[in-house]
């Protein structure tokens, strides 16, 4: 009874309003051509390619720093005259089908770095124009994009697209990408949300959470892989001091195994040392390597921490009064967007809005 009374007066209110938001929509700024929407399906069809991009940078700018020959061919490795070119008449075929290989592989890689900054930099030139209900005029769009992430998507595409040619010399730009972390889980929430439609929005909020949890801690565990390669390198110890503690990449001899397989395992021992089980297949042996298990310790605890917590919550079937009122509100967001849709352009006014939300609660 309570809601149909909710649903009569809401729609009174909206006849009532009508004349008064036409007359309002009249003294508001005209919203400019030029300004894409974000409900429209050419941004959302943007977007989720831009998460799949982002994602790609997430893994690859970590894996090419830590192993750089795959990226810009180290010479050293191959036959080469004194200016330290590759000799071509010198070389072997086998020598030859290598230097080749590693060529093809560069030029691949640069070409597709390439093409990703293009899209990053389209992206950053959309993101001026991308207008939300929040955000209708460029100014505000702009304000609010050159305050957050504006200067850190500048450093990490503008050097390497326009100016170094995709050189590996600051490659490690591409870091600042990092700050967009929260679009790995992106495409796992989409898909989530499309699954678990039957479900209550705490019990969906609770398993795409707990997902994600699961996914962040897969990709910390990849680049908790690259940074103890990275830290496996930094100390090779001399021929001639025999009292120099080499680190764990010399000691087990592991330098000359394939970058590939070098992640995969020491992803598996990362995890290893997160979930306190251990400190992996490859312990270390000097003390950045030390610090650096001592720290992977210390975040599986916390780890453990949030993971207990969120297994708690998706198991525990009770639902308390909060939760079916929070349910409730859910609804009724979605029911007010089905009115402000029917009746476009006119929306909903924020404190009618509001009252609407009092009186169900």
Request: glycine share 4%; proline share 3%.
């Amino acid at each position: 009874m309570a809601e149909s009374n909710l649903k009569e007066m809401m729609i009174d209110d909206i006849n009532d309003d009508v004349g008064e938001e036409g007359q309002l929509n009249k003294d508001q700024p005209k919203i400019e051509w030029y300004l894409i929407d974000t409900e429209r399906t050419f941004c959302k069809v943007w977007n989720f390619i831009i998460n799949w991009v982002t994602i790609y940078s997430l893994i690859m700018t970590p894996f090419i720093m830590v192993f750089p020959h795959i990226y810009e061919m180290n010479l050293d490795q191959l036959p080469a005259t004194e200016g330290g070119e590759f000799d071509e008449i010198a070389a072997t075929a086998a020598e030859m089908s290598e230097y080749n290989r590693r060529k093809n592989m560069q030029e691949t890689l640069r070409s597709l770095e390439r093409a990703i900054d293009i899209l990053f930099m389209i992206e950053i030139l959309f993101n001026f124009v991308k207008r939300t209900r929040a955000y209708t005029s460029i100014g505000a769009i702009s304000k609010k994009y050159v305050t957050s992430y504006f200067i850190l998507d500048v450093l990490a595409t503008v050097p390497n697209l326009f100016f170094l040619n995709e050189a590996l010399k600051l490659y490690w730009l591409k870091f600042f990408r990092m700050i967009h972390l929260n679009k790995l889980t992106s495409p796992l929430e989409l898909l989530l949300s499309y699954l678990l439609q039957k479900y209550s929005k705490k019990r969906q909020n609770d398993l795409t959470s707990f997902c994600s949890l699961i996914l962040l801690v897969v990709y910390s565990s990849h680049l908790n892989a690259c940074i103890w390669i990275w830290l496996g390198y930094m100390n090779e110890c001399p021929k001639d001091d025999p009292g120099c503690t080499k680190s764990w990449i010399y000691m087990n001899d592991f330098d000359d195994s394939q970058h590939t397989q070098s992640t995969f395992l020491l992803s598996i021992g990362s995890s290893e040392v997160i979930t306190t089980v251990g400190y992996g297949d490859y312990s270390g042996a000097t003390s950045n390597e030390y610090i650096f298990s001592i720290i992977l310790e210390f975040i599986g605890l916390t780890f453990f921490s949030f993971l207990m917590g969120s297994i708690t919550s998706i198991f525990n079937t009770s639902d308390n009064f909060d939760d079916l009122i929070e349910e409730k509100l859910d609804t009724l967001d979605m029911w007010i967007k089905k009115i402000e849709k029917s009746n476009k352009p006119f929306h909903i006014q924020p404190t009618l809005y509001n009252d609407i939300r009092k009186y169900v609660e």
